[in-house]
C-alpha cells in the first residue's frame, strides 16, 4: 500500500501564492506518476496537474496552466504543487493521488491511491 499525506493549504486572498506539498511513504516503488486533483463544494472531483518522479513529464489542466506548477522530490518522495495568481474559483479541497501507470491519468476513477486532502480558499 501508499500512504499519501498532504499538507500546505489555508485561506489566501485573490492574486496571492500557496504551496502544496504530499509526501508518499509505503510501497512507493510501485508508483510512476504523483498529481493533483480538487474538489470544489457541489462539483465533481477534477483534475489538476501530474508529473512523473523523474519531473520530466508534466501536465496541466488547462484552468490552471501558467499558474500552477507541479514538482518532484524524488529523494524526499514528496510532490509539489506551486499555485500563484490564486483565484475565488481555485478554492476547493486538494487531493494528492498516485498512479501505477505510467500513462497521464487525469479521471479520478484510474486514480490508485489518493491522500484525505487539504483545503484551500482564495477570497475576493
Known amino acids: 500500500q501508499v500512504q499519501l499525506v498532504e499538507s500546505g493549504g489555508g485561506l489566501v486572498q485573490a492574486g496571492d501564492s500557496l504551496r502544496l506539498s504530499c509526501a508518499a511513504s509505503?510501497?512507493?516503488?510501485?508508483?510512476?506518476?504523483m498529481g493533483w486533483f480538487r474538489q470544489a463544494p457541489g462539483k465533481e472531483r477534477e483534475f489538476v496537474a501530474t508529473?512523473?518522479?523523474?519531473?520530466?513529464?508534466?501536465y496541466y489542466a488547462d484552468s490552471v496552466k501558467g499558474r500552477f506548477t507541479i514538482s518532484s522530490d524524488n529523494a524526499k518522495n514528496t510532490v509539489y504543487l506551486q499555485m500563484n495568481s490564486l483565484k475565488p474559483e481555485d478554492t476547493a479541497v486538494y487531493y494528492c493521488?498516485?498512479?501505477?501507470?505510467?500513462?497521464?491519468?487525469?479521471?479520478?476513477?484510474?486514480?490508485?491511491?489518493w491522500g484525505k486532502g487539504t483545503l484551500v480558499t482564495v477570497s475576493s
Open positions: 493521488a498516485a498512479t501505477r501507470t505510467i500513462r497521464v491519468v487525469t479521471t479520478p476513477g484510474d486514480i490508485n491511491y
Open positions: 509505503g510501497r512507493t516503488f510501485s508508483i510512476y506518476r
Open positions: 508529473i512523473n518522479w523523474t519531473g520530466d513529464s508534466t
